[in-house]
């Protein structure tokens, strides 16, 4: 199985702040990478796939990068609702598999 | 609107079944890839299982197979999880999770349902 690491597991941070959150592959995935926002008691929500493909509705402040084992999602100003848990998923083959989360607060 | 809702979490002992359902609305059913993603108590996110658009291909999670069954009705525009054998370690909230169309990313989720393993 393709195991997802993420770093750090945890950041705190401050409204306004660029933040840049990684997550590295065990082995290369191209681009089948997906970013996940969850907030506390409600299912994750979809914010990027295809490593940088915004999902409909998602703010232009989310951006993602990468290619083969390394990538990131990068918050360019943080707003307050953005305070939360992020996971990234590799979608290039069964089973899928979720990063351990990286939870970002004030 | 894309609708997922989830039914049949309960309280079960040790070595149980439960069968979860996932009713779907907003869109056709039939034309999208169906998943379960489960969720610990204060844990991360495991996904558990995938079921194509037709139930011609279907895969799972090591840590599930032989004990779960995903499958789907698409006349009833539901996705169902028989689970057996259930362990402590199956305590999650289980979310049905549709796939996008053409695309390889979980898309729309559902509010999830609680199953509890415990004597």
């Known amino acids: 199985d393709i195991q997802m690491t993420q770093s750090p597991s945890s950041v705190s941070a401050s409204v306004g702040d660029r933040v840049t959150l990684t997550c590295r592959a065990s082995?290369?995935?191209?681009?089948?990478v997906v970013w996940y926002q969850q907030k506390p008691g409600k299912a994750p929500q979809a914010l990027i796939y295809?490593?940088?493909t915004l999902q409909s509705g998602v703010p232009s402040r989310f951006s993602g990068s990468g290619s083969g084992t390394d990538f990131t999602l990068t918050i360019s100003s943080l707003q307050p609702e953005d305070f939360a848990t992020y996971y990234c998923?590799?979608?290039?083959?069964?089973?899928?598999?979720f990063g351990q989360g990286t939870r970002l607060e004030i | 609107e894309v609708e997922l809702v989830e039914s049949g979490g309960d309280l079960v002992q040790p070595g149980g079944s439960l069968r979860l359902s996932c009713a779907g609305s907003?869109?056709?059913?039939?034309?999208?890839?169906m998943n379960w993603v489960r969720q610990a108590p204060g844990k991360g996110l495991e996904w558990i299982s995938y079921?194509?658009?037709?139930?011609?291909?279907?895969y799972y999670a090591e840590s599930v197979k032989g004990r779960f069954t995903i499958s789907r009705d698409n006349a009833e525009n539901s996705l169902y999880l028989l689970m057996s054998s259930l362990r402590a370690e199956d305590t999650a909230v289980y979310y049905c999770?549709?796939?996008?169309?053409?695309?390889?990313?979980?898309?729309?989720w559902g509010q999830g349902t609680l199953v509890t393993v415990s004597s």
């Open positions: 999770v549709r796939e996008a169309y053409n695309r390889e990313y979980l898309q729309h």
């Open positions: 907003g869109f056709t059913f039939s034309n999208y890839e």
């Open positions: 079921i194509s658009s037709s139930s011609s291909s279907i």
């Open positions: 082995q290369p995935i191209r681009s089948w």
């Open positions: 295809d490593t940088s």
């Open positions: 998923q590799q979608a290039a083959t069964f089973p899928y598999t």
